[in-house]
């Protein structure tokens, strides 16, 4: 089945108002921020965000008053700081108050395995004694059953995404995608969500795809949509393609500091551009060229032969 | 002086990886300290990267984030993030690094909440593997900037567990093993005593005791043979200045 489609339609399909989301999966690489753009263009409200880290996109969601809730470890700008929105979100209730369920990458990731293997929780002993459970309903204190002593325990519940969505290296219009590099959380993600959105710097044929099965991210049939969008990672990495813009981190806490810059930013990126081409054309082609690809590094093909 | 802080806090952490150990490698200083460790003394320890990286030999370029592609180009295994947690939650970690907003005389660290958080003042950024980290590796590095807002006698929220209350707490709490074992400021090099309370090994060259216990928020215990952090070496520096020639996280 040919699941090819825009990104402005892929998001109006499948992420309505009121949606929990998971993006952002890989951590500081592979962002989707094309998709997290279209979600603001179009007006998405009550999301519930579901991520590890968030390297900013989060943050722009938050300002553009499109989240109610957020499920991650750490809200933030990592080469640069603090996320302004997120903080004025909490602090001051600015666009909006938001509910936050605070994890640890660890538990995040158990989480989404939790619903990925079809079962309530995980236990684990990681973040026993801290604030966490203080500030996440979805983590359980309880104690160990298979232990007289009954050592204390937590439960970590699990989450199922509405929507997971991935930015890859490359996919085929069927779904079947393939990435490549450090995988964060989206293999938990991708299988314990109800439905993948796949976005690709390229749409190639199944051939290719097939003749790497192990590279393959989830099963096709749970990939809902497929969008060709080149750069619509960007200003995050993506290996093999190009590299991370940090200019762009700098300058967004900069002008982020205040509502009324955020919303100058908002406007000259995001609401200002009609879709991804439009914000690589406002990037410039100079800049864009300057972090591809500058070496290559394939890895020798294996043999699937017999 | 010819070397900044922050040189010296990179050499510094440099120094507490051994040969062979498998580390956990957090972000910023700690990138960079992972590869002195590596070009000096500690050719076998190997990297992990919570983003989904194993590495054996230091990134060919500078790191601003742990998952820049040359952090994966030539890694020892790229994989997904459980897994590596999950072999530090069985015990494979032999030391792990984290930066904090606020610490206590305990080495619990506090990157969440300033203030109440049903209230806060200030809402940090969260745990990161922070907490991870904290809960799971042998034992704990923690890197920060050394002023009094920081250093306080109560962290508002415990993100990361240090040692909770002292003495028996990290056991209290089922915590399989760990704690910190070194926190290395802008000022000087605190460790723990048995009853898991920070007090200062070291200061650094540039600065004294009173002005470490001046930018700490409680009655700083101070080793009986305290004494100057020795200086990053010329061989460190080099490495460090190779790694950051432009200074990012160095300057």
Known sequence: MNKRMTLREAVEQFVPDGASVALGLCLESLIPFAAGHELIRQGRRHLTLIGPISDMLFDQLIGAGCVDCVMAAWVGNVSAGLAHCFRRAVEQGLPHPIEVRDHSNFTMSLALLAAALGAPFIPTRTVLGTDLPNTNPDLIESTNPLTEAGEPIILVRAVQPDVAILHVQRADEEGHAHMWGNLGISVEAALAAKAVIVVAEEVVERDVLLSDPNRIIVPAHKVVAVVEEPGGAHPSPVQGYYGRDHDVYHEYHRRTRTPEGFQAWLEEWVLGVPDRTAYLARLGAERWQRLQRRRSAPSVPVDYGY | MDYTPQELMVAAAAREIKDGEVVFVGMRLPLIAFVVAKRTHAPTAVGYFECGIVRETPSPELLYTMADPPNVVGAAWATQ??????????????????????VDKHGNLNTSYIGSFKAPDVRLPGSGGAADIASLARRLLIIMAHERRRFVEQVDYITSPGYGEGGEWRQMVGLPRGGPSAIIT?????????RGEAYLASYHPFTTVDEVRANTGWALNVAPDVHPTPPPTEEELRIIREYDPHGFWTR
């Open chain 2, 81 to 102: 993030l459980p897994y590596l947690m999950g072999l530090m939650a069985s015990g494979w970690v032999d030391v792990g690094f984290i930066g904090g907003a606020q």
């Open chain 2, 186 to 194: 802008t000022l000087g090099i605190l460790r723990f005593d048995e």
